[in-house]
C-alpha cells in the first residue's frame, strides 16, 4: 500500500504488487529515492524524450546508410559496364544487347580483369512478366551469359543460366539463337504493364 501525491495537492492510496527489488536495482534507484512524484516525473519524461530523439536519430542514420549504400551499388554498376580502354564489346554482345533493348528489355554489363590480359564480360538481359503473357509458374525472364575476352578473341564462357516464366529455377541457358528467338516473341511495351 502506498499513499500517492498529485502535482494539484490530492492524494490517493494506491496498492503495488510489485516484485522486491534486487539489490542492483535499490542501487540504481537510490538516486531517485529522495525526489518527489513530480521531479520523478519529469525525470521519466527527459528519459523519454531523449529516448525519442535517440531513436529519431538512429532511423535517420539507417537511411542515410541504406541511400550511401544504394547510391555506391549503382556507382559500381555503372563503373564496371564502362568498357575498358583497348577492349569493345564482342559482335555477338553488341547484336544481342540492341536486339533486347529494342524489344523493350533491360540489360547490364561488366567487365571483370581475369589473368593478366584478359577479361570477363557478363551480361545480363531480362524483363518481367506482363498481364498480357500466358499464365505461368514465374514472374520473370532473365538471361545471364559470360564471355571469355583477350585481346583479338572472345568465346562465350559456359553455357550461362536462365530463368523463364515457365521454369522459374534457374537453369542452362539456350543458344544465342533462341535467345534471339524469345526476346522477338516476347517483347515488352512499359504500356502494357
Same mark, same amino acid.
Given at each position: 500500500?502506498?499513499?500517492?501525491?498529485?502535482? *494539484?495537492?490530492?492524494?490517493?492510496?494506491?496498492?503495488f504488487?510489485? $516484485?522486491? &527489488?534486487?539489490?542492483?536495482?535499490?542501487?540504481?534507484?537510490?538516486?531517485y $529515492?529522495?525526489?518527489?512524484?513530480?521531479?520523478?516525473?519529469? &525525470?521519466?519524461?527527459?528519459?523519454?524524450?531523449?529516448?525519442?530523439?535517440? &531513436?529519431?536519430?538512429?532511423?535517420?542514420?539507417?537511411?542515410?546508410?541504406?541511400?550511401?549504400?544504394?547510391?555506391?551499388?549503382?556507382?559500381?554498376?555503372?563503373?564496371?559496364?564502362?568498357?575498358?580502354?583497348?577492349?569493345?564489346? =564482342?559482335?555477338?554482345?553488341?547484336? /544481342? /544487347?540492341?536486339?533486347?533493348?529494342?524489344?523493350?528489355?533491360? @540489360?547490364?554489363?561488366?567487365?571483370?580483369?581475369?589473368?593478366?590480359?584478359?577479361?570477363?564480360?557478363?551480361?545480363?538481359?531480362?524483363? *518481367?512478366?506482363?498481364? @498480357?503473357?500466358?499464365p505461368?509458374?514465374?514472374?520473370? #525472364?532473365?538471361?545471364?551469359?559470360? #564471355?571469355?575476352?583477350?585481346?583479338?578473341?572472345?568465346?562465350? +564462357?559456359?553455357a550461362? /543460366?536462365?530463368?523463364?516464366? *515457365?521454369?522459374?529455377?534457374?537453369?542452362?541457358?539456350? @543458344? /544465342?539463337?533462341?535467345?534471339? +528467338?524469345?526476346? !522477338?516473341?516476347? =517483347?515488352? !511495351?512499359?504500356? @502494357?504493364?
Open positions: 500500500m502506498k499513499r500517492v501525491l498529485h502535482p *494539484d495537492g490530492t492524494a490517493d492510496r494506491v496498492e504488487h510489485d $516484485r522486491p &527489488q534486487t539489490a542492483d536495482e535499490a542501487q540504481a534507484f537510490a538516486k $529515492r529522495d525526489l518527489s512524484p513530480l521531479e520523478l516525473m519529469r &525525470q521519466l519524461r527527459t528519459a523519454e524524450w531523449n529516448a525519442d530523439v535517440a &531513436q529519431s536519430e538512429r532511423d535517420q542514420w539507417k537511411a542515410i546508410a541504406h541511400r550511401t549504400q544504394t547510391e555506391l551499388a549503382q556507382a559500381e554498376r555503372r563503373l564496371a559496364a564502362i568498357t575498358p580502354d583497348g577492349w569493345e564489346l =564482342p559482335r555477338a554482345v553488341q547484336e /544481342l /544487347l540492341a536486339h533486347a533493348e529494342s524489344h523493350g528489355w533491360r @540489360s547490364a554489363r561488366a567487365w571483370t580483369p581475369r589473368g593478366t590480359d584478359g577479361m570477363l564480360l557478363k551480361i545480363v538481359i531480362g524483363r *518481367d512478366t506482363l498481364p @498480357s503473357d500466358a505461368s509458374r514465374g514472374t520473370q #525472364w532473365r538471361f545471364k551469359l559470360t #564471355w571469355s575476352c583477350v585481346p583479338g578473341s572472345a568465346r562465350r +564462357a559456359g550461362g /543460366l536462365a530463368r523463364t516464366p *515457365d521454369r522459374p529455377q534457374w537453369h542452362d541457358a539456350p @543458344s /544465342l539463337r533462341k535467345i534471339h +528467338a524469345l526476346i !522477338s516473341d516476347h =517483347p515488352y !511495351s512499359a504500356g @502494357s504493364a
